[in-house]
């Protein structure tokens, strides 16, 4: 067979750009506001290295603990503000550990401006809540919280459960909270004050609005900032998965009151707890497009359930020459 001439060969590259412009959707809308949910996969832990890679919307994390993972620590508190949080209650109220751990990290150079407590304490152990009573979650926010407060720390409130007993459970954690409060200033009346409600939320678009809104209002009077902290559609078809991620994406991005938000997906989808379609990488630890999208990049065109891996180098390199893309992985 003759070598193809170069008019050919120029026909050829002119139509597969074209098919790779038609294949790979625009990039997503970029926000300050995303962070991570980082759950660490000791499988495969080149995955816990993705979510720094350049380009990356990311500015902020936290791993349900009050240390910062290790395999960020080439990375500035600036850069990737590392978020601690109290998951939930010591068995003895007066246990400082946390404020001990907190307060080291800010003598060690850390710029700890934000922290979180209790997850989900109104929900039992066996589906991942820390099951807290509001009580005990009042003293040993006492002990632990109130001295970060003063100094100028800013704090959230438990988060809790997308569930209705959510807002009860915060109440009477509130309650009890400006009583001991009160008590501590010899009597006078005092409120227990918080900088922002983290939220979770696991359900469709319209019950995600409403989910934030309720909050919103019912706190309204100390002007609160909101983080969806926990979020997801979970066990849906792919496309009812993606149009859930477009459109909260957008509907929180131009909330003024939500100030950060983190999807819970930051793991393979053979993995995954919330269903195959709701995850950040494949089966073969490629960025899917809600992966990408999340980090404010193109689309890959990658299934959750794909198990191939990121082995041929050569030809995404191509790829990503030609037409701008590579199957969500990035070179540095």
């Not at 294949?23 to 979510?51: C, E, Q």
């Not at 100094?151 to 959230?156: L, Q, T, Y």
């Not at 379609?277 to 065109?301: E, F, K, P, V």
């Amino acid at each position: 067979m003759a070598p193809p001439t170069s008019r050919s060969w120029l026909s050829c590259l002119i139509s597969f750009v074209a098919i790779c412009a038609s294949a790979s959707p625009a990039a997503a809308t970029s926000s300050s506001k995303r962070g991570l949910v980082f759950t660490p996969n000791v499988t495969h832990p080149m995955d816990n290295y993705i979510w720094t890679q350049k380009p990356s919307d990311l500015t902020w994390y936290y791993n349900y603990g009050a240390s910062p993972s290790g395999v960020f620590s080439n990375v500035t508190q600036e850069a990737f503000e590392f978020v601690p949080m109290l998951w939930g209650a010591p068995a003895d109220a007066s246990d400082t550990t946390f404020l001990t751990t907190v307060k080291g990290l800010i003598t060690n150079g850390r710029n700890i401006t934000h922290v979180m407590t209790f997850n989900e304490p109104d929900g039992p152990s066996e589906w991942g809540g820390s099951n807290v009573d509001p009580t005990m979650a009042a003293k040993v926010w006492m002990t632990n919280i109130v001295p970060l407060q003063e100094m100028g720390i800013k704090v959230g409130l438990p988060a809790c459960t997308g569930g209705w007993g959510g807002i009860p459970w915060t109440n009477q954690f509130l309650g009890n909270c400006s009583k001991l409060i009160s008590t501590s200033t010899g009597g006078k009346t005092k409120n227990c004050t918080f900088d922002f409600i983290p939220l979770h939320w696991y359900g469709n678009f319209g019950g995600l609005a409403s989910h934030i809104g309720e909050y919103q209002s019912t706190y309204n009077a100390t002007n609160p900032k909101i983080w969806v902290t926990e979020y997801n559609f979970d066990n849906q078809d792919l496309p009812t998965t993606q149009e859930f991620f477009n459109m909260s994406a957008e509907y929180m991005d131009r909330l003024t009151y939500l100030e950060r938000y983190s999807l819970f997906a930051a793991f393979r989808s053979d993995v995954s707890n919330v269903g195959a379609n709701a995850t950040m990488l494949s089966s073969g630890g490629q960025l899917t497009d809600i992966g990408a999208w999340y980090l404010g990049r193109s689309a890959t065109g990658v299934k959750p359930t794909d198990t191939k891996s990121s082995g041929a180098v050569v030809d995404l390199d191509f790829r990503r020459c030609i037409c701008g893309w590579d199957n969500g992985y990035y070179y540095t």
